[in-house]
């Protein structure tokens, strides 16, 4: 399978939350947005996602095979509360660090281990959906 484009297509949405942070003021990032999660708390939100999935990667690693790790999206409102207490521009640089450490990461990846990952899940290969997703809410907020 050709994994170029989900590549691309994570490394333009890395691109597109990093010029949208550049943008930010600090008191953008403390806006709440229509889901009752303000602008740092849904790049936290991202940074740990994007953290869920190279652990997963490393692990598979060490393993041989990807092991799907029970996560459910209730863990969102559970560390809810976490994301708040990151400062927004901390939370900001572990967004964009961790998608940069991401698409490195799955650009490296074996084509078998990129297929058993997708089988998993593909939104753990294409983050571009799940980064997009969040940066349309946030770049439709600011704009209203």
């Known amino acids: 399978m050709n994994n ?22 600090d008191a953008q990032m403390t806006c709440v947005l229509t889901n009752g999660w303000t602008v740092s708390v849904t790049l936290a939100h991202l940074a740990f996602w994007d953290q869920r999935v190279q652990h997963v990667i490393e692990m598979a690693k060490k393993e041989g095979r990807v092991i799907r790790t029970e996560i459910d999206e209730q863990l969102n409102d559970i560390i809810e ?13 572990l967004a964009l660090g961790g998608a940069e450490r991401l698409d490195q990461q799955l650009e490296a990846c074996s084509p078998e281990m990129i297929d058993q990952l997708e089988k998993e899940s593909p939104r753990w290969v294409d983050r571009s959906l799940h980064r997009n997703a969040h940066l349309d809410d946030i770049e439709v907020f600011l704009t209203s």
């Open 4 to 25: 170029a484009p989900i590549f691309k297509a994570n490394r333009e949405s890395t691109i597109r939350m990093k010029l949208l942070i550049k943008r930010l003021s």
């Open 81 to 93: 509360p976490f994301l708040r207490a990151i400062p927004v521009r901390e939370a900001a640089n």
